[in-house]
């Protein structure tokens, strides 16, 4: 039969002051999100007040192509067009609850009502050991 599990495992991570879906994914090579979370952080941020030239505000850095790119393998094999990177700030958090470092992270960014799912996915690269050039995860 064929596996059908799917995820590495799903946890939370925090944007500003809220809980987001985050897959920690070893079998994906690069982190993404969706655009409609990315701007429903953004959206978040301005009610509360949050600039976007601050450090809370939870998008370090947007980032556009010149070459448009998709990835496969997310919807039942239909590519996903990209509508760009965003380099956001998350707290990560223990299984305890306890609130820890916040750290920035690359996500390419799904176009808007492309995939159900609605976190971040982190790849391989991030989730690696420190002395590669990961989070230590």
């Known amino acids: 039969p064929n596996d059908l599990a799917g995820y590495q495992a799903v946890t939370e991570v925090y944007c500003s002051d809220r809980p987001c879906l985050c897959m920690l994914d070893t079998g994906a090579a690069c982190n993404t999100m969706p655009e409609d979370l990315l701007v429903g952080m953004m959206c978040r941020a301005a009610k509360l007040g949050i600039s976007h030239e601050s450090p809370e505000y939870p998008v370090a850095k947007l980032e556009k ?34 609130h820890g470092p916040i750290v920035l992270v690359r996500c390419k960014i799904f176009k808007a009502n492309t995939t159900t ?8 690269r991030a989730l690696d050991a420190v002395q590669n050039g990961g989070l230590g995860v």
């Open 65 to 98: 192509w010149k070459k448009d790119e998709h990835v496969d393998g997310i919807a039942g094999g239909k590519p996903i067009t990209l509508c760009g990177s965003a380099v956001v700030r998350m707290e990560l958090v223990d299984k305890r609850g306890n």
């Open 117 to 124: 799912w609605m976190g971040f996915i982190i790849g391989m």
